[in-house]
């Protein structure tokens, strides 16, 4: 997707100002072949300016408090094949594609939901443990 085909249009429907995060927007990111989600991440306006500028995924690291460029440091960069705005426009579903050795995590792994967690699967009101 060409940089500007995420700009205008998508832009002014996304609300960086009024949501319960104090400006910040979850991203939810994923492989934009395989589907698979690969992280999480969140949005304030300079992270979403850099985004639009660059046509690649720049977060606002909530654990850091600073502005971060996926992959500035691995190399695992992530360009925008396409993006969605859900029903509330507080939330971005971006597909990408993963540069690099392909890893999104910074624990060197393709996704990072690698952790299963088991006891939360509900069958019938009843939560029960599933084998992994």
Not at 20 to 44: C, N, P, S, W
Not at 101 to 130: M, N
């Amino acid at each position: 997707m060409e940089k500007e085909e995420l700009a205008p249009d998508f832009s002014a429907r996304l609300d960086l100002s009024l949501n319960q995060r104090g400006g910040l927007v979850l991203a939810i990111v994923q492989d934009y072949r395989t589907k698979e989600v690969l992280m999480h991440g969140f949005i304030d306006q300079e992270a979403w300016s850099n985004t639009k500028a660059t046509g690649e995924v720049w977060l606002w690291s909530t654990s850091r408090h600073l502005l971060w460029y996926k992959g500035g440091e691995s190399g695992n960069t992530m360009k925008i094949r396409d993006a969605y705005l859900d029903c509330d426009k507080d939330c971005v579903l971006l597909l990408v594609e993963v540069s690099g050795d392909g890893y999104a995590c910074h624990f060197g792994k393709p996704s990072c939901f690698f952790t299963k967690l088991d006891g939360v699967v509900q069958e019938g009101g009843y939560v029960f443990e599933r084998g992994s």
